[in-house]
Every structure is written in structure tokens, then in C-alpha cells.
């Protein structure tokens, strides 16, 4: 079976701020998949390319060389099989919860009937049933991200594509959230690609962690497999030995590319 999403030898560069200058090359030669029903997280320090993979996926930027396919299909153009979920809140104002969680559904065509009673289930499945009516200023910032992720998959992507979700939120909220992310996660299984700085959170929710190095010029430097049991729990995995053990390996590959990417900034 082929993978849900494949990067070949992918570079993405950037035109230079000055004509004296070269091109910025936010990601070189980069090859990963993310295989069918997997949950893969890519970690590395900041300003290392991560977003920029995953605009890539969404079929947001197009690769200066390389290619991308998804399931052995060339991507060209927007990603219609996959959701998006973003760092920053984008949900509509104006809106209420229901409307932004259903808004998917009415521009792919579903009649207004069929989308509301969908919107229905999904907000229950969220657990804002009682918030349908309220607009995003009447949320709270975990409530915002129930509806970010209703929003996401009322529309059935194959892929999930996940930019620090859940990066804004207090720590317990956010093992909340990630508890919840696993749950629906569980029942169908769609393939994520999971961007984050936390190494904590892609070792509790993923199958496997890809470590970036510290850019310009990144790429992967790392891959391990992450052989937790499922169903989890983010809260008590975390206190198991085996978490702990993975935590030290990968922090081991990680730590010195964090520092790279922390001596670029004051630099």
C-alpha cells in the first residue's frame, strides 16, 4: 500500500531578502513518509522548517525541487485529502461554533440539512453540545480547539495535517486536548502529521517521532518508533520507564540541534 503522504528529495527555498544574498533554503533533500493509519510527529528547534513541510503537504507551497505524492497519487495543487488544523485560532468571528464547525461541509456541497445534523454529532462528539449557538469570543481557548478540530474532520480527511495545535493552551487543558485528539484518533485512524516543540507531547501521542536538524538547509536526522501501548493516557504514560527511556534517546539527537537553532536567533 503506499503511503498517505510522501516527500521525495524535497527542497523548499526562499528568494533572498537582498540580490547579494542566496536563496534561503528552508528545507533540503528532505524524504519521509507517513504511512497509512499512522500518526507521525516531527519535532526540532525553532525556525527548523516544520511549517513549511506541512504547508507543503497541504499543497500550500509548492517544492522548489523534489516531489510529493499522496497515496502514490503526484500532488499537485491544493491537498483535497487532507485537514488542516493551525497553530493560531482560525475560526470565523462572525460565526457561531456550529456555523464554523459546518462551514466545510456547505462549500464541499453538502445539503444544509444533512450538514447541520452532522455539525450536531460532531459538536457532541467534541463535547460543546451546549456551545453550538456561542460565537469564538465566548470560548475558552481549549473550547476554540474543540471546535478547530470538529471543524478539521466533519469533513473526513484521509490526512490530518496539525501545526502545534495545541501550543497556546495551559498544561492541563492541553494533556485534555490530547487526550481527546487520541480518542477520535482511535476510531478511524487517519493519517497525522503532527508538528510540534514539545517532545513530551509527540512521544505521548505518536507511532513515530522524526527529529529535524536546526536550520537553514534542514532535514531529518532521526527517526524512532515509538512502541508505547495504545489506547493512552498522555498523563500517566509519561511516568512510565519506556517513556522515559525514548524521552533520553531522542533528546540525545535532539538537544544539539536546539542549541544550533537557539545560537541562530541571538546571533
Avoid at 536563496?23 to 524524504?31: F, H, K
Wanted: aromatic share 8%; with cysteine; net charge negative.
Amino acid at each position: 500500500m503506499s503511503a498517505a503522504l510522501h516527500f521525495e528529495n524535497l527542497t523548499v527555498s526562499f528568494p533572498p531578502r537582498r540580490r547579494s544574498e542566496a536563496p534561503w533554503r528552508a528545507v533540503a533533500d528532505t524524504t519521509l513518509s507517513v504511512g497509512a493509519g499512522e500518526f507521525v510527529s516531527v519535532v526540532g528547534p525553532t525556525g527548523c522548517g516544520k511549517t513549511t513541510l506541512l504547508n507543503v503537504a497541504a499543497g500550500l507551497l509548492s517544492p522548489t525541487s523534489g516531489s510529493v505524492s499522496v497515496f502514490g497519487e503526484p500532488l499537485t495543487g491544493l491537498n483535497r485529502r487532507a485537514g488542516y488544523m493551525f497553530q493560531s485560532d482560525a475560526l470565523l468571528p462572525w460565526k457561531t461554533a456550529a456555523e464554523n464547525v459546518g462551514f466545510g461541509l456547505l462549500l464541499a456541497g453538502v445539503a444544509a440539512q444533512e450538514a447541520a445534523q452532522q455539525t450536531r454529532s460532531w459538536l457532541a462528539k467534541v463535547g460543546l453540545t451546549h456551545a453550538g449557538e456561542r460565537y469564538p469570543h465566548q470560548l475558552s481557548g481549549g473550547m476554540k480547539k474543540r471546535v478547530a478540530m470538529a471543524q478539521a474532520l466533519i469533513v473526513d480527511p484521509k490526512i490530518l495535517l496539525m501545526d502545534e495545535p495545541f501550543s497556546a493552551l495551559d498544561v492541563q487543558t492541553r494533556q485534555l486536548m490530547e487526550n481527546e485528539l487520541l480518542a477520535l484518533w482511535q476510531n478511524d485512524r487517519k493519517s497525522v502529521l503532527f508538528i510540534t516543540h514539545d517532545l513530551e507531547e509527540a512521544i505521548s501521542l505518536s507511532d513515530r517521532v522524526i527529529v529535524l536538524s536546526a536550520g537553514p538547509e534542514t532535514h531529518p536526522i532521526g527517526e524512532f518508533f515509538i512502541d508505547l501501548p495504545r489506547p493512552r493516557d498522555v498523563s500517566e504514560i509519561r511516568l512510565t520507564p519506556r517513556f522515559v527511556e525514548l524521552h533520553q534517546q531522542i533528546w540525545h539527537v535532539l538537544r544539539d540541534e536546539v542549541l544550533k537553532g537557539y545560537a541562530q536567533t541571538v546571533a
